[in-house]
């Protein structure tokens, strides 16, 4: 099953990408509805192979269960473009690993970042989850709900992220 996205966003490429490898800005995009947590000590930035264990509570209160996230990054082959750079894209192929969420046994999540072709202001944000498992009809409304929630985040705090 998935669940997709893109957005156009108020800021460059490159700071959309720099801000999807900021633990800070990850956790800000949940917030205040849920706050994220390190249970391994939090990277000062995601890069290619980070493997962190977080937890994830409802309105910091409820807890929700702990997660994976396993990034992997996949850069464009050849050269930059007069926009700037082509496509880029974090794979989180980590997964739920407590609470409701770890009855899906599929998880894949993919955020692609480029840029807005004539105009290197503003960058297109694309995001796809994809999941599995016999749990996923059940769990898919409540995280399609918070999907729509994400990408207006998302859209909002992208304004200061210049």
Do not use: K, N
Not at 56 to 84: F, K, R
Request: net charge positive; hydrophobic share 45%; proline share 10%.
């Amino acid at each position: 099953m998935r669940i997709r996205f893109t957005v156009e966003l108020a800021c460059p490429s490159d700071a959309a990408w720099a801000a999807l490898h900021s633990p800070a800005a990850v956790a800000e995009l949940y917030g205040p509805v849920f706050r994220l947590t390190g249970l391994d000590p939090l990277p000062e930035r995601f890069s290619d192979g980070s493997r962190v264990r977080v937890r994830l509570a409802l309105l910091g209160l409820v807890p929700l269960g702990s997660q994976l996230i396993a990034i992997a990054d996949v850069l464009p082959d050849g050269p930059v473009g007069p926009d700037g750079p082509a496509a880029r894209t974090m794979r989180d192929a980590g997964r739920p690993l407590t609470g409701p969420m770890a009855l899906i046994s599929r998880w894949r999540h993919e955020m692609t970042v480029l840029p807005v072709p004539g105009d290197p202001d503003r960058s297109i944000w694309r995001d796809e989850l994809t999941i599995g498992g016999t749990a996923a009809p059940l769990l898919w409304p409540a995280l399609a709900l918070v999907w729509r929630w994400r990408r207006a985040r998302i859209r909002r705090l992208s304004r200061s992220w210049r």
